[in-house]
């Protein structure tokens, strides 16, 4: 294959392409790198790092004792949604001490979705609110785990303090149906919100 | 779309990777997108390391402070393999060129081509190939 512009037109479809930046969002070991891996068509960028026993008392393993890895950087995978539109998603490590990455990765993102557990939902308040201050968009997907609490969905949105408007949907970050399903309701309305005159 | 004859961007990295041991080229921007690739990188695994100095470039300038004052401006960062060397280095505005090189190539000389490259790729990359057809 030749030298390529990624815009040029030999490469992709007919069809002008848009590249939309999103990114994957939640506390320590919420799914994020589980959520990438299911949805990217090629093979996933990671950053896994065995965890140290330095981590023992500041993230917190409750409930999910086999995870051996975390995320030190990002996740990265490409999900081709049509001819027209292609998703990039970069998944953000999300712990406080990685703070200065996430900012940086949010450059020209379009959007966020939030990963949340409903036995650690204090643990999402921190991310939320970076999600805010970044001015971003986000919808909230709530990863279901073995054992965790089905919170009605009228109080996990007071309880995570969601505008009417945002968009709060259920999946399984292994499972890619309710993946799938869990970013196009962020797609849908980053463009619904486009459509709003601002 | 950007009209094929016009593609000098890839054209320029796979110009620069003519000097002896050398191996890939990418263009990525600041926030980790592709804007161009060499010609032996397919698209995937460019977009993969496109992602990948992006954050390679974000924790490099985490770094700042164990050397300086924690605002000094960030460079390059050059990584080091068994099977070579990696530079990444700031390429005008919100962009950034990395180049893969084997471990005998002349460090120097590279760093050279490089600084000549960003120079080269900063005038292309103000004035933006024309639109094969209008917008
Ligand atoms: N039961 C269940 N387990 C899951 C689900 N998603 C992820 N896991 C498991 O939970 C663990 C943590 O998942 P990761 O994908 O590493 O989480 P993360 O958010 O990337 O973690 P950090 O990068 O360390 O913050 C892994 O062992 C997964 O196999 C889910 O939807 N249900
Ligand atoms: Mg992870």
Known sequence: MDSALVSDSRYLRDTVQTAVKLLIVGHFAVGKTTFVGTLSEIRPLRTEERMTQAGTFVDDLAGIEDKTTTTVAMDFGRLTLSDRLVLYLFGTPGQQRFTRLWQDLSRGALGALVLVDTTRLDSSFEVMDLVERQGLPYAVAVNRFDGSPAVPEAELREALDLLPTTPLVQCDARDEASSLRALIALVDHLLTLDQEPA | ?135
């Open chain 2, 1 to 135: 779309m950007i009209d094929v004859t016009n593609n000098r961007l890839g054209w320029m990295l796979d110009d620069a990777l003519r000097m002896p041991e050398t191996r890939h080229g990418i263009l990525l921007s600041a926030d980790g997108l592709l804007m161009a690739h060499s010609e032996r990188i397919d698209r995937d695994e460019a977009e993969r390391q496109a992602a990948a100095m992006a954050g390679l470039q974000s924790l490099a300038r985490g770094t700042a402070e164990f050397c300086g004052d924690p605002g000094t401006t960030w460079r390059q960062t050059i990584s080091e393999f068994d099977d070579g060397y990696v530079f990444l280095v700031a390429a005008g505005a919100g962009a950034y060129l990395a180049v893969s090189a084997s471990p005998q190539v002349d460090m120097e000389a590279v760093s050279f081509r490089l600084q000549e490259l960003v120079q080269r790729l900063g005038k292309e990359l103000t004035s933006p190939p024309r639109e094969s057809r209008p917008a």
